[in-house]
């Protein structure tokens, strides 16, 4: 760690501001090639020039945090410039020009924040989940892994098998005087047994993680009105809609922002009993494919007029069924807002509370597993009262385990795994 990292922290494109962030021992030397009038007090954000040896390119805000009381524990620069592409590539090259200085790789502010100390791998991998986070629950879930919820359970938990393997380490070492252990045997074989359901109970609090956004797919007869309803919930003119049957051909997906999440809205193509063309057929065939991947099925209804043949067959393979044109019969449809409040509330339920913090990483998990693996060996030995070298053996082993998931041991391949999923700048 002996470069100095820089990356632009916000999206490339034009913006009110961009974040340029450095981190590493010459930061002192970035401050005084760029920033002359700059003052280097710790934590002040400062309104100053930033310069190339022959320019101004820009007047910006600039933070120093002087390590070891930083994001990575290192010296860290930063810099505000206005979101323009332009200055921020005149910035970063004048930045790069300063010896030791490099652009940096995905995620390598948040490794040398665990190299450093700063964080547990788990709290590292929570920060990804804080970026992905696409509804309240996930969210909030991401920000009990990152205050290091899980990591303290992970601790106190291979704090505990290391008591069991000193019971047993006792044992070896007391073989030959039978006589004197056998409560050593005795404890180790019924903390052992706890510590078993702690591993299998943290093994159920697996949830993956959704990449994808739950899909609300809507379907029914043509011209019901399912792309004016999508039209509605988004508040924004962005399907086609006529009085023609048959509009809407392929399946449109359209992002939905819900008080607790973000879902998919999914336009189909009408159920006809009647095919009138090849194309027809096709597209009513996307639209059964796509009702098979939905979350949940809404059928849209037309009211005002006689329902088709397949409606029975439709209601009850449909999750929620909403009724249209009600306001012909003089009767009012349902109001975009409770319908968004309906949607909310199928895909966002509110919990119970009290729930224990659920864990999103496979490898976190994986590691769990082998150290499951490793305590059931050691109790079939001890309940053998047989072989305890081994015995204590698998249960140096499964700590070991446990302590990967919180990365107190860890190989360079599983971090550069991690480490290289987060985006530049993080
Ligand atoms: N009066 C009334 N007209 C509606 C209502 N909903 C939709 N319409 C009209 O019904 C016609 C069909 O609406 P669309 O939203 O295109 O229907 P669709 O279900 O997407 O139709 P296809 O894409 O052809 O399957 C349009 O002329 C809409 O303006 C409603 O609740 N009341
Ligand atoms: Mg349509």
């Known amino acids: ?105 995905r995620g390598e502010f948040t490794k040398r924040a665990f190299l450093n100390g700063k964080m547990d791998l788990t ?3 929570a920060l990804g989940d804080i970026l992905c986070a696409r509804d309240a629950k996930s969210l909030s879930n ?35 005087d039978i006589e004197s252990t056998p409560q050593s045997i005795f404890q180790g074989y019924e903390k052992l047994e706890q510590i078993l359901q702690n591993l299998q109970n943290l093994k159920k609090r697996f949830k993956t993680s959704q990449n994808t956004l739950p899909k609300a797919v809507f379907f029914g007869a043509p011209n019901a009105g399912k792309s004016s309803l999508i039209n509605a919930l988004v508040k924004e003119d962005r399907l086609l809609v006529s009085e023609t049957a048959g509009t809407t051909r392929d399946f449109v997906e359209v992002p939905l922002h819900l008080p607790d999440g973000d879902i998919l809205l999914i336009d189909t193509a009408g159920l006809a009993e009647e095919v009138q063309s090849e194309i027809d057929n096709q597209a009513m065939q996307k639209t059964r494919e796509i009702l098979e991947k939905a ?38 449809n349902i109001s975009v807002n409770e319908l968004q409040k309906k949607l909310n509330s199928i895909f966002f339920p509110e919990s119970k509370g009290g729930e224990e913090a659920w864990i999103v990483s496979e490898r976190q998990i994986d590691c769990i597993k082998k150290a499951e693996e490793n305590a059931l060996r050691a109790l079939e030995l001890l309940k053998q009262s047989q072989a305890m070298e081994l015995a204590a053996f698998e249960m140096r082993e499964a700590r070991n385990s446990l302590c990967s998931v919180i990365g107190e041991i860890t190989d360079e391949n599983v971090l550069d795994t991690i480490f290289n999923s987060y985006c530049i700048g993080k």
């Not at 913006?15 to 003052?39: M, N, Q, T, Y």
């Not at 933070?63 to 970063?92: C, Q, W």
């Not at 919820?149 to 380490?169: F, P, T």
Request: hydrophobic residues 45%; proline residues 7%; aromatic residues 4%.
């Open 1 to 105: 760690m002996t470069d100095t990292i820089i990356a632009l922290s916000t999206p490339v494109g034009t913006s009110a501001l961009a974040i340029v962030r450095a981190s590493g021992k010459a930061v002192p030397a970035i401050c005084k090639a760029i920033l002359p009038e700059f003052k280097m007090q710790p934590r002040i954000a400062s309104l100053t020039k930033a310069q190339s040896p022959t320019e101004l390119i820009d007047n910006l805000l600039a933070i120093y945090f002087p390590a070891p009381n930083s994001y990575t524990g290192e010296d860290i620069l930063e810099l505000f410039p206005h979101g323009n592409p332009f200055i921020v590539r005149k910035l970063m090259a004048a930045i790069c020009e300063v010896p030791d200085v490099r652009l940096a790789q």
């Open 123 to 125: 709290q590292s991998e």
């Open 295 to 332: 979350n949940l099925k809404i059928l849209v209804m037309d009211i005002s007029i006689p329902p088709p043949k397949e409606l029975e067959k439709w209601r009850k393979f449909a999750d929620l069924v909403v009724e249209t044109h009600a306001d012909i019969l003089g009767k009012e």
């Open 142 to 176: 991401a920000h009990r892994l990152l205050s290091g919820e899980v990591s303290c359970e992970i601790k106190a938990l291979a704090e505990r098998i290391k008591e069991v393997s000193a019971l047993l380490e006792l044992e070896v070492d007391f073989a030959e």
